[in-house]
């Protein structure tokens, strides 16, 4: 093997040069002390080196030479693998050791040889196999370059097959439609030559029942003419016999009418003139007044005494009390033989809508607008927000246009309130999606859309009565189609002291206008947040 062989060499060569320097250099060998008793153990005590009394094994060296340790000590200077002898003093341990590092590096050498000559094999062996593998590829690509060829070959002359098919198919279809083509045709014929047939047979049958009608009609004409010459006749001799009997009785009623019609022209007579004599009102009387004084609905409807109970124009004088908006005449009526009375409902002010400008539209529970323009007095009506864009007229009803959404659902809202119209403090109805509703109590009742709109209110009202009182103000009950509802708590919130220094100063007093806009209605979402919410549990 040529690793055993090199070491083999490197190690003969090595012990032939450490006897040479032997022989060269005899100082280098240790100098005995014979002055003094010399033991094998090292301490020089006859007494104490024996088998009993040893206590190191170690031999005892002698001070070495200057020289000798000068060359022992450049020796040591240098690297053990550097080294092509054995420096001069060592130990047979030590050359031992410096042998063995130099056979390990010649074998480290060696190793670093073998993997070089390996990366080299393996460095052809790969480009063998790469030249292999282009080879390869260049014969599949050849193969698969002559298998598309072929493919192409019989793609064309399947295509080439498919167009003779095709033209084939071609020519039989177009034999098959000249075929049924010439049968059409002659179905058709056929058909029309039956159906000729059967117009002819239709028409002469047609004919025959004409003249069977036309026989029949005649027969019955003659039969209405000999009924009507037979009546003419009888009616002819009715009439005969009535004058008879009339030229005995014409002159008796005649005489009868007469009487009384003069009787009946007397008593219309009398009557008409007791009634201008005597029927002239006296006094009219107003009723279902309360805050309006009579005086004032009299002077309105135009009426006044001294005239003749007939000749008023009652018509125009109702129309003239309905034209106060807070008025509503029911009617007029005469009481004979000298008195009128007049019927009024007053109307009272429920509701004020905030318009465009700022400024509120008055109208009652019906709808019905009392006043427009309105900025003070307001004071107890329900405010509406969300119908800046819908204009309105004194003595017409806010609802007057059923194509508008919103006017239409805040009546529907306003007769669903009822006698809890007092609970609320304002109804926002800007968003038909979103109608609110803010209570006196601090609750927020969230209908939803327009739809079902009064029973919405109605279950938002039966959920306040059962809602906690104690954590009334700040909830949102929102009111979900399908009778479900869910209602949002606020969040409890630790008390916070107040700043004795903080203190309002009494002479202080809070600007008017700096009061909260009531058109800054309070959002549900904001009002929701941080809330615990209870879903739907009144089972609605």
Partial sequence: MPDQNSRSNTGERMRRAREQR??????????????????????????????????????????????????????????????????????????????????????????????????????????????????????????????????????????????????????????????????????????????????????AGRLERAAAKEAEREERAAQREAAKERAAKLREKKREERRAWLADETVKKRIRLLSWAGGLILLLGGAVLFLMLYANVKSITVVGCEKYPAEQVINLSGLYTGRNLFLYDLGEAKRAVSSDPYLDCIGIRRIFPDRLEIAVKERSEFMAIRSSSGRYTVADRDGFVLAVGRSDGLDGLLPVYGLDSVGFTTGTRVDADRSALRPYTLMEIVGALGERSGEIKYLDIANSASIKLVTVSGVTLMLGDAADAPEKTARAFAILDSMDKARLDGAVVYVLSGGRAEIAYPTEKPAETQDPDATQDPDETQDPDETQDPDETQDPDAAGDGGDADTGGDGE
């Fill in 22 to 203: 032997l022989k060269e250099s005899p100082e280098t060998k240790p100098a005995l002390n014979l002055s003094r008793p010399y033991s094998l153990y090292g301490s020089g005590s006859p007494a104490k080196d024996g088998p009993a009394g040893r206590e190191s094994p170690q031999p005892v060296r002698e001070a070495e030479p200057p020289r000798t340790a000068h060359r022992r000590t450049q020796a040591a200077k240098r690297a053990p693998d550097e080294l092509d002898v054995f420096p001069l003093g060592r130990t047979a341990d030590a050359e031992e050791e410096a042998l063995i590092r130099i056979v390990k590096r010649d074998e480290r050498k060696l190793e670093k040889l073998k993997k070089a000559e390996d990366r080299e094999q393996n460095r052809r062996r790969s480009a063998v196999e790469r030249e292999k593998a282009k080879a390869r590829r260049e014969a599949e690509k050849a193969e698969k370059a002559e298998l598309k060829d072929r493919e192409r070959a019989e793609r064309a002359e399947e295509l080439e097959n498919r167009e003779a098919a095709k033209d084939e198919a071609e020519l039989e279809r177009a034999a098959v439609r000249e075929s049924r083509e010439t049968l059409r045709l002659e179905k058709k014929q056929q058909a029309a030559q039956a159906a000729e047939e059967k117009r002819a047979e239709k028409e």
